[in-house]
């Protein structure tokens, strides 16, 4: 078999395992929560879920997930943050409050809810997200199509799996963390202007070398 011939088919092969596998491509965007166990960095799938992640982003540049906390930990099944409206123990700006307490139509996908998935919590009604949202800690394929999911943890497991240890108490059909597992504080980037910075630095040190280059050629021909 030819390389050429070799090559067209594995390219085939990994179109037909990302088909299969709808893993749809994050956006630039990285959020990270910093919680009394550890950082938790995750990123959005804006073409699956444009909406949602709008919603979502907003909240967190406004500050709202800053002191709320993660209500529900379920071992293998999720790890969920409360309402921003009724999880934080810091009082809310009238901005604030007016983005949280927003509901968002449902935009279902189908996006697999597999380890590190993010699903936005609802009610019966499927147009009924706010502002809480599950970080998945094992597949559950039964809520695929059903929940919105709109990005996954991008850096953080071993945090997840922190979170998978501690105490917990069942209260009706939830498990719930027996003491409070807080977000102390939150914040956000992009990862295109740390590309451009790198590429910033790189030129700048191009263009450093050149002129040195420049001036060594001129000292030599012009002493």
Sequence with gaps: MG????????????SIVKALSHEPELGSSRVVFQTSYGDIEFG????VAPKTV???FKLVRLGGYNTN?????????????ADV????????NDEQRNEAEKK??????????????????????????????SMLLGDAPHLDGKYAV?????????TLRKLEEVPTRREGIFVMPTERITILSTYYYDTKMESCEEERSVLKRRLQAS?????????????
Excluded: W
Aim: charge should be positive.
């Design 211 to 223: 002129f040195v280059e420049v001036e060594r050629q001129r000292m030599k021909c012009f002493p």
């Design 54 to 56: 709008d919603h979502i």
């Design 3 to 14: 390389i050429k011939r070799i090559i067209i088919l594995s390219l085939v092969f990994v």
């Design 104 to 133: 968002v139509v449902g935009e279902f996908s189908d996006v697999k809810h597999v380890r590190g998935t993010l699903s936005m919590g609802r009610y019966e009604d499927p147009n009924s997200a706010q502002s809480s949202f």
């Design 44 to 47: 959005f799938y804006p073409t």
């Design 150 to 158: 709109f990005g996954k943890v991008t850096k953080g497991d071993e």
């Design 69 to 81: 906390h993660f209500f529900r930990v379920d071992k293998g099944f999720v790890a969920q943050v």
């Design 85 to 92: 409206a009724s999880g934080r123990s810091a009082p809310m």
